[in-house]
């Protein structure tokens, strides 16, 4: 079902607020090309959010339909269905998809991710959904601070969305559900589990990447005029720094997160701090 009468995006804002979507860096880009670029990083934004999580709790499913211990360790994001927003997600980017000029590109399914989830620690993939969990939160308050006049209807979305994932809804204990299964974990099972959330980090970058270039291909069908090359590795960057900094970054250093892992052990801080030192140099 759609989230409202279709043809009511107002395309003369920008979807994005500047917190997430990095646009300050791109002084080579007038007001109306920073405002495209904006709405094109919302279009990614609903497709990897959708990407991350669908796969996430995928895998999950079946790794524990193999296995029952694993079942056991999952069961805070079995019992629940923790990301429940994929008609959401795809209801308004089918509208905004509609509402731009050109279509835009997007990464599909990523198997190299899924790979990653696939051989990682049962215990690392709930590390990863918490991850995932806070950062919708900090994405839904960064909508709401500022003097941004921001597209209202994706405000709305992100509302939304920001309800299932932690309002009163039957989803809102599955947060606290998995900080309490973390904080119960054996201690033997925690260095792994760091080890591989590191790696399910590095694996979320090289998607990022990737949606990133197709950002910047349909921001190129957009202009009336050719990107040089020298000005599309900028815009590039700059789209891999705002999205790493969206998924990745943010929800490393948010509160909740770092204080989930300080349960799991003193090393666990430290750890983050090298994730976040090692996106920087990638």
């Known amino acids: 079902m759609s989230l409202h009468p279709p043809g009511l995006l107002d395309m003369s804002r920008s979807f994005m607020p500047e917190a997430l979507a990095g646009m300050a860096p791109l002084r080579l880009l007038d007001a109306a090309e920073r405002r495209h670029l904006n709405q094109i990083r919302a279009c990614g934004y609903l497709r990897l959010f959708d990407v991350f999580e669908r796969v996430l709790v995928t895998v999950a499913r079946e790794r524990a339909r193999l296995d029952l211990e694993t079942r056991e360790v999952l ?12 008609e959401l997600f795809v209801s308004f980017e089918s509208e905004l998809a509609l509402a731009f000029p050109v279509r835009p590109r997007f990464i599909d399914e990523p198997p190299d991710y899924q790979q990653t989830l696939t051989h990682a620690t049962p215990l690392s993939l709930l590390v990863l959904a918490l991850h995932f969990k806070l950062v919708t939160q900090q994405h839904y ?13 994706f405000v709305r979305l992100l509302r939304d969305h920001w309800t299932m ?26 260095p792994s589990a760091l080890r591989d959330y590191r790696l399910l980090v590095f694996a979320c970058d090289d998607v990022l990447r990737r949606q990133a270039e197709l950002d910047v291909d349909t921001f190129a069908r957009v202009r009336s005029k050719p990107l040089a090359a020298s000005d599309r590795a900028a815009v590039v960057e700059a789209q891999i720094a705002a999205h790493r900094k969206t998924f990745l970054t943010v929800g490393i250093a948010n509160v909740a997160f770092v204080y989930a892992m300080r349960n799991l052990g003193p090393t666990a801080p430290a750890m983050l701090a090298g994730i976040v030192s090692a996106l920087a140099s990638r």
């Open 75 to 86: 069961e805070p994001i079995l019992r629940l269905d923790c990301f429940d927003h994929h």
């Open 141 to 153: 308050l960064a909508c709401l601070r500022g003097d941004e006049a921001l597209e209202p209807h």
């Open 165 to 190: 994932e932690c309002g009163a809804t039957r989803t809102s204990s599955s947060a606290l559900a998995i900080q309490e299964a973390l904080a119960n974990a054996l201690r033997g099972r925690v």
